[in-house]
């Protein structure tokens, strides 16, 4: 019920446009309804032929059924993504630790985020103005209702920072006619316009201080006094913080990535030995994890040693998972930002996917120790789990039998030999989109065209650090954080590149500081 009714309605009331409680959980309900009411029509019709081919009793088994589809899905979904992961994290963290290499994709990919960034200001700046027109149709005596459903939007517009864009079309769609359909329409896109500046705001924050810090360890490794020092951040360190930077930086942290990368790698490979040897069953001498189990309860060991062995592999398959899932940028709108930055929607759908995910990785790992009746280890007793997953089995029906489960592990092989090998980015290139070539692909124009952009947003970026140490704030900056600022009921435009609460990025004293072009 958690997963498939209270998030998924958390949701869509909050994401809803309508002002009033009793309007948003309707609107919340009758979203939902849709979807399932689709999905019961469909499974009445394979309930009622389960029931009259196989002769099962219905009721038993439209529990059963429930159970099984909804283990099957987040099995099939589990196992691919963990393909993906076994092989990727690896790559990342090697990759990463090559900082030539990882300045090249910064600085490419730098022309796709100034992009989105501008498109996100611009759709803002444009619903600003057009809730500035629907306030000249609107009648305060008249039309009480819609006047105090117009000042929520503008009340809305005042906790964050329109940008007035050059790109942004004059012409903007008039609005003839003001309803409260209209308003709760406005209501909802401007609510996805200002997560969206949000959201942008804090990926080109992110690049720009991994690129810069990147600049400043190339600049490090050139000085002959060992010491780190950083653009951003001049303020005056010991020599002994300097030199332990510095040996952090250029040394410790890539030989730590590439050390952890290599455990990342043997990882990946026991488990993808691990599901292979699902398929052989219960007998099979190759059970990595259920021996290793086995041999330490017959040792009446209660160490530590057992405790990494079941703790271990779980926790890695948990971060091939959820780290894929936001590596591919399926659910990118629904990213998580720290301090406190994220929205409730982006909580609610992590929520749902660790919901919906959860019940497939615990039957994956099950599998794994041998656990469930299909291939159960005779040597160890029954687990609640185990018994549940049993009572679940619909034999004679080949998709929601324990033995799609057993052969299921197999789609992890074919998604970590494909991923290996970018066979799903190569096709994806080949259709034009660009947004996942490879390192050996990158266009050298809109590099150095990342190179320019990066150079002219530094002094802008570089005095959002300047503002954000002279207000005492560890917050990310004001350019993308949702704020509350004192000015009346009206949209705030700013021409210039940011505005910190008055304070323009001009008023900031930054003579005495230097800024040193990017290096390769």
């Not at 009411?37 to 429930?66: C, M, N, P, Q, R």
């Not at 283990?71 to 589990?78: G, K, M, T, Y």
Request: proline share 4%; charged share 20%; with cysteine.
């Amino acid at each position: 019920a958690l997963g498939w009714i209270f998030i998924p309605i958390s949701q869509s009331y909050v994401e809803s446009g309508h002002f009033t409680v009793l309007r948003r959980l309707i609107s919340a309900v009758i979203e939902n309804i849709v979807v399932y009411g689709i999905g019961g029509i469909l499974f009445v019709i394979l309930l009622i032929w389960i029931t009259a081919s196989h002769k099962y009793d219905s009721t038993s088994t439209s529990v059963a059924i429930l159970m099984c589809l909804n283990n099957a899905f987040s099995l099939i979904f589990v196992l691919l993504l963990m393909g993906y992961g076994v092989v990727e994290i690896p790559r990342s963290l090697w990759v990463h630790s090559d900082f030539a290499n990882r300045l090249k994709f910064l600085q490419f990919r730098s022309c796709h985020f100034h992009e989105k960034r501008e498109d996100a200001r611009t759709t803002l700046a444009t619903l600003s103005k057009q809730i500035q027109m629907c306030g000249s149709l609107i009648n305060p005596v008249t039309e009480p209702n819609l006047s105090r459903f117009h000042d929520i939007l503008l009340r809305t517009l005042e906790t964050v920072t329109v940008h007035s864009d050059l790109r942004m079309n004059d012409e903007i769609e008039p609005v003839t006619s003001v309803s409260e359909k209209a308003l709760a329409s406005l209501n909802k896109k401007l609510k996805r316009a200002i997560v969206n500046q949000h959201r942008w705001e804090c990926f080109w924050d992110r690049l720009m201080s991994e690129v810069y810090l990147i600049d400043d360890i190339n600049k490090s490794r050139q000085d002959e006094s060992r010491t780190f020092q950083s653009t951003l951040h001049p303020a005056k360190r010991s020599q002994i913080i300097a030199r332990l930077q510095y040996h952090w930086f250029v040394w410790v942290r890539p030989l730590l990535m590439r050390t952890t990368s290599i455990i990342c790698i043997g990882l990946g490979c026991l488990i993808i030995f691990a599901e292979f040897t699902i398929l052989l069953g219960a007998s099979s001498g190759g059970r990595l994890f259920a021996n290793a189990i086995y041999h330490e309860q017959v040792a009446g060991h209660n160490s530590l040693a057992f405790q990494i062995i079941v703790f271990l592999p779980l926790f890695y398959m948990t971060v091939c998972v959820f780290q894929t899932i936001f590596d591919i940028r399926m659910f990118q709108f629904y990213q998580m930002f720290d301090p406190r930055q994220t929205d409730a929607a982006s909580l609610l759908m992590n929520a749902y996917l660790i919901v919906r995910f959860a019940p497939g990785m615990c039957l994956n790992f099950m599998l794994l120790l041998h656990e469930t009746s299909i291939n159960k280890d005779e040597r160890q007793p029954p687990t609640a789990f185990s018994s549940m997953i049993a009572a679940m089995d619909l034999g004679p029906i080949p998709s929601l039998s324990l033995a799609f489960t057993v052969t299921a592990p197999v789609l992890m092989l074919i998604s970590a030999i494909a991923f290996f090998f970018h066979i799903p980015r190569r096709c994806i290139v080949l259709l034009g989109i660009t947004r996942f070539e490879s390192e050996a692909t990158f266009d050298p124009s809109l590099i150095s065209e990342g190179k320019e952009l990066i150079e002219r947003e530094r002094p802008f970026f570089y005095r959002k650090i300047v503002h954000r140490k002279s207000s005492g704030s560890n917050a990310p900056s004001d350019s993308h954080k949702v704020r509350v600022l004192p000015i009346g009921k009206k949209a705030i435009f700013s021409s210039a590149p940011d505005t910190y609460e008055g304070m323009s990025v001009s008023d900031v004293d930054t003579s005495d500081t230097e800024i040193k072009p990017l290096q390769n």
